[in-house]
């Protein structure tokens, strides 16, 4: 088969057809790529391009309350810094790690009604001549243009809230955990609509909502079902509208979040996290007709190459069959992989991955 565009190759996995080979969308930590910049790779050059993996752009818009961002304390190893979001957090420069979340601003309805009065649509939270400056390459060159979108229960309980605060709210005050998601996801949709309508069309919405860990759930199907999975479902929803996908990234153990993730129409779920409980193979094979899946390559893999070509040889020609598979680690490439390891890693991906 042809050497395909990143449009077209995601296009028909997507589709649950066969391309040329799988696409490849393995992402690092930043302290990841700074290893591979001390291994040879130049500083300026892009680390996706570097590697040939595919072409992604990314399209963001600001659904924050817009609070004031501050530094409060930086060295050479960390920043404390208070977001957008309310949040106050402790950033490490150089280690493949998330940042500690301090403090946040809302605590209850009422700090929360504070925030939602600003969070209302205007033109300025598009970064209008990043768009201009970029759009018609992606378009010239094959990239698959993503939206990123944030609501939901991870990005509340990690950026707004704090998780237990959110957990003991999602029993006793369900009515604010919902109108916070749905707040957020107004904003955004009336954001990309205008995107849109200003020409700038993608190929597909994205966005995070961990809602698993280890072996467990955060919440039970049952409550999920009634807070916030007709949220969920009106995204998809307005993305279908527009003739695109819906992608959605959820650590940890979500298994039983799966069959309600289909029957609202979800096209593709990502990351799998093997270490959580989720068994890629088993999730092709038990729902391979009705999504698509990206990830399932354990992280804790990727240092050690004999482990992680064996796993692919195993788990990539059964996730790549009738299409419906995209390449990536079921975490963020961690800095323990050197350039030379990846490199490797990505041919094995190509190799076994092909049609």
Known sequence: MAQMTSKERFQRIFDHKEADRIPINAVPWDATVERWQREGMPKEANWAEFFDLDCIARIGADNSPRFEKQILEETEEYKIFKTEWGATLKDFKHAATAPEFIDFAFKDPDTWAEAKSRMTPSRDRINWEYLEAN???????GHW???????????????????????????????????????QLDLHLALFDMIWDAGYEFDCIKWPDDMGYKQNQFFSVGMYRELLKPIHKRAIDWAHAKGIKAHMHSCGDVN?????????????????????????????????????????????????????????????????????????????????????????????????GAY
């Not at 609501?151 to 990690?158: A, E, I, L, M, R």
């Not at 999730?283 to 240092?303: E, H, P, R």
């Open 145 to 183: 243009i993503v939206a990123k979108f944030w609501f939901g229960f991870d990005v509340t309980h990690s950026w707004m809230v704090g998780t237990e605060r959110l957990l003991m709210a999602l029993v006793e005050q369900p009515e604010w955990c919902v109108d916070m998601w749905n707040t």
């Open 256 to 352: 039983p979040f799966v069959p309600e993730l289909i029957e609202i129409g979800l096209d593709a779920l990502h990351p799998l996290e093997v270490k959580a409980g989720m068994d890629p193979i088993h999730l092709k094979q038990t729902y391979g007709k009705d999504l698509v899946f990206n990830g399932g390559i354990s992280a804790l893999l990727w240092d050690k190459p004999d482990e992680i070509k064996a796993a692919l040889e195993e788990i990539l020609p059964v996730m790549k069959e009738s299409g419906g598979y995209i390449f990536s680690s079921d975490h963020s490439v961690p800095s323990s992989v050197s350039l030379e390891n990846f490199r490797r890693i990505i041919g094995w991906a190509k190799e076994f």
């Open 135 to 141: 759009y018609k390459s992606w378009r010239e060159n």
